[in-house]
């Protein structure tokens, strides 16, 4: 959504141009006609009609991930997302994806702290057959002890390759596991090696009989299509499965994180070839849409630091004092737990990473000491505003938007909400929230200390890893 482009036009663009970009942005008519629908047994229906090419997105969301596990079985929310390509009676085996493919279609899942999701691409003509077939696995999955076997073994597999043997993730993960003192956001998604080991059939089985119900589901489906009819078919495909009594995401216990009372530090040991630097700071989502106003202004600062070529980070510790190879910030404001604010860097040679986090504490300091110019502040407004607004591009990033909201106890409707609050941050607000979150006491710092690189002989995977 940065593209070389964009960044041009908007280092270039006037000022009172940007104003008026902006106010277009907000009432583009791509918000205006989701469509949404409810069936008997809870299921929720969003539809976006979108004619521009004859291609449908269809994505069933879960509301529930990671965070909803407990200790002992860490990642079975995944696990169990790779058991949904195992088949039922009706499709068994492989032929989910394998219709997929020969309708020339795309597919796969994805699961996060919060959510697990499954998603077809394809021709609009071919929607009935995917819903037939997402519909088939929502309530009639056959889960065997030698299907489970062998897919545990990929996910262990996929562990090693992309978190144990990749210094930086290895890391991050080390991280959000002192940075949380409680919160299950402490514990990685895809889980801790010794769970998965001791992770059992029937583990996989109970998490998907009490979570996978079209209650706890939500149905967004984006593309050329026709609403009405996209409801009759949820009808006819989702309307016979039963309900199931479990808990809303609002009405679920609350998690609520401990206040911090200290700088947290961490050390991690992996072959690397350079040091690598995370700060992270503990900061709030949002939580109601209307009232809140911290997480729209910690998102415009994440866009003051980062995100185009002249942002802040980029500019002073990378461009001029060189004491960085490459710096990022971070920040998420949607999600059902608590949030945190990253800022990464890689220090230049010769530089250490003790000065390093200097260098980022003193950009931080500038922020709440000299604030931002309204320039700056009208200028980033438009690129994190405009980098929501691409998302309409195209069919599969509206629908991941659509669903997002909704599987994390917002709304869809909340959109231009979200937009129009975004315009209103002010500069005095982006240094309250700097000043205010910004500390030492609310501060996780992980460093990697980069050891020798070896050889390796690539890794044999007992599967296909689906991401």
């Known amino acids: 959504m940065k593209s070389d482009y964009r960044i041009t036009f908007f280092n270039t663009f ?30 929720k229906l969003i539809v976006k009609q979108d004619h521009r090419s004859p291609v449908v997105v269809t994505q069933i969301w879960y509301k529930a991930g990671s965070v909803d596990e407990i200790n002992g079985v860490t990642g079975v929310a995944h696990v169990l997302e790779h058991m949904m390509f195992k088949g039922t009676e009706k499709i068994p085996d492989a032929e989910f994806s394998k219709k997929i493919a020969a309708a020339g279609g795309r597919e796969n899942a994805f699961t996060s702290y919060d959510y697990t999701a499954y998603y077809q691409q394809l021709h609009k003509k071919h929607l009935p057959m995917a819903m037939e077939l997402e519909a088939d696995r929502m309530r009639n999955l056959v889960i065997t002890k030698e299907e489970f076997e062998k897919e545990i073994r990929v996910v262990m597999e996929e562990r090693r390759l992309r978190t144990d043997d990749q210094a930086r993730s290895l890391l991050y993960e080390k991280m959000m596991a002192v940075a949380f003192q409680s919160h299950p956001y402490k514990n990685p998604i895809i889980g801790w090696m010794n769970d998965l080991e001791n992770m059992e059939v029937e583990d996989a089985q109970e998490w998907y009989d009490r979570w996978y119900a079209p209650n706890n589901a939500t149905l967004v489906v984006v593309g050329d299509v026709d609403a009405e009819d996209v409801f009759r078919l949820a009808q006819k495909n989702y ?148 980098g929501h ?66 050889q390796k002989a690539p890794s044999k995977v007992p599967g296909s890893l689906r991401h």
Request: proline residues 5%.
């Open 14 to 43: 006037s000022i009172s141009g940007l104003l008026l970009l902006i106010n277009l942005l907000i009432s583009s008519s791509a918000f205006a006609n989701p469509h949404e629908y409810l069936l008997d047994n809870g299921l």
């Open 239 to 386: 309307g016979s499965i039963q309900s199931k009594p479990l808990l809303a995401i609002n009405a679920r216990k609350p998690q609520i994180e401990p206040p911090q009372l200290g700088t947290k530090r961490i050390s991690i040991k992996a072959p690397a070839e350079l040091p690598y630097l995370i700060m992270g700071f503990h900061a709030p989502a949002i939580r109601s849409v209307n009232e809140d106003w911290e997480p729209y202004a910690l998102e415009i600062l994440e866009g003051i630091l980062d995100g185009h070529a002249s942002a802040r980070l980029n500019k002073s510790l990378v461009r001029e004092s060189q004491i960085a190879n490459s710096t990022s910030a971070g920040y998420g404001a949607v999600a059902r737990g608590p949030s945190i604010f990253f800022i990464s860097a890689v220090p230049s040679v010769g530089r250490t990473v003790v000065e390093l986090e200097q260098a980022l504490r003193s950009e931080i300091e500038k922020i709440i000491k000299e604030g931002v110019t309204e320039e700056e502040l009208t200028r980033v407004k438009a690129q994190v505003i405009a």
């Open 389 to 454: 607004v691409y998302q309409q591009d195209s069919t599969f990033s509206q629908a991941m938007q659509l669903g997002r909201l909704e599987s994390t106890g917002l709304s869809y409707r909340d959109i231009d909400t979200i937009l129009e609050k975004l315009k209103a941050v002010t500069a005095e607000q982006i240094r309250d929230v700097t000043k205010k979150y910004f500390i030492d006491d609310g501060l996780t710092v992980a460093v990697l200390d980069p050891q020798p690189l070896e």
